[in-house]
């Protein structure tokens, strides 16, 4: 029983850390495994992130963003280019998490 509970467990966990979005800002573009540029408004974004305060509450590809301190806690390292013609994904940062999510969804591939 003791064996049944403990892989669970170490199942969930996986599942859960599969799915976060923990990501860690770089300084240059070759660093990161995805480059992005924030527009001006929603509807000129691919995704709508919202930032969360804590590491558990991003989750599940819908755009909670936890940005991490330290690149080795970031499932994606991420880049902020200047022009969005140079950027894989263009986010906008919405004010309430409800509102996260994709608005296209040809792009979340780069997410997993």
């Not at 029983?1 to 599969?18: D, H």
């Not at 480059?35 to 995704?47: E, G, H, P, S, W």
């Not at 305060?53 to 390292?77: C, H, M, R, V």
Request: charged share 25%; proline share 0%; net charge positive.
């Amino acid at each position: 029983m003791k064996l049944i509970v403990l892989i669970s467990l170490i199942a969930l966990f996986s599942i859960s850390k599969l799915n976060a979005q923990k990501v860690y800002s770089v300084n240059y573009d070759y660093q990161a495994d995805v480059k992005i540029f924030v527009t001006n408004y929603d509807y000129q974004a691919d995704l709508l992130v919202f930032k969360v305060k804590y590491d558990y509450q991003a989750k599940d590809n819908k755009g909670l963003w936890f940005l991490t301190s330290y690149d080795y806690q970031a499932e994606k390292k991420i880049f902020f280019t200047k022009y969005d013609y140079q950027a894989d994904l263009k986010i906008y940062f919405v004010d309430y998490d409800y509102q996260a999510g994709w608005r296209n969804s040809e792009k979340k591939h780069l997410f997993f």
